[in-house]
Nanobody, 123 residues
Framework: VQLQACGGGLVQAGDSLRLSCETS????????MGWFRKAPGQERDFVAS????????LYSAFAKGRFIISRDKSLDTVYLQLNSLGPEDTAVYYC?????????????????WGQGTEVTVSS
């Protein structure tokens, strides 16, 4: 499975971005998908996850109410809508495919990772 994340960029505080993660190779339609992020000097943090159906979701505290994860199973693509961005959201955002079907927050629950897309939010 190959994951390709895109959609990052340089935005101002309060702006929105939509990240996309396209998959190729083996289908991940039966797998939960997740987004994580890594800020400079910090560990990789969980952001959001969606189940294989696209119905059940799980969010970190900082993402809940601002970010929205969704998936298009026909396209094998996962999205992360980032709203009300602030400088604290500056990080490289990674998508990942889990070996499980339900939403997961631990990095160890994911087997496949994309290369990351960088989001920079200026104040």
């Amino acid at each position: 499975v190959q994951l390709q994340a895109c959609g990052g960029g340089l935005v101002q505080a309060g702006d929105s971005l939509r990240l996309s993660c396209e998959t190729s190779g083996r289908t991940v339609r039966n797998n939960a998908m997740g987004w994580f992020r890594k800020a400079p000097g910090q560990e990789r943090d969980f952001v959001a996850s969606v189940d294989w159906k696209g119905a059940g979701t799980l969010y970190s505290a900082f993402a809940k109410g601002r970010f929205i994860i969704s998936r298009d199973k026909s396209l094998d693509t996962v999205y992360l809508q980032l709203n009300s961005l602030g400088p604290e959201d500056t990080a490289v955002y990674y998508c990942a495919a889990s070996r499980y079907g339900t939403p997961r927050a631990k990095t160890s629950d994911y087997d496949y990772w994309g290369q990351g897309t960088e989001v920079t939010v200026s104040s």
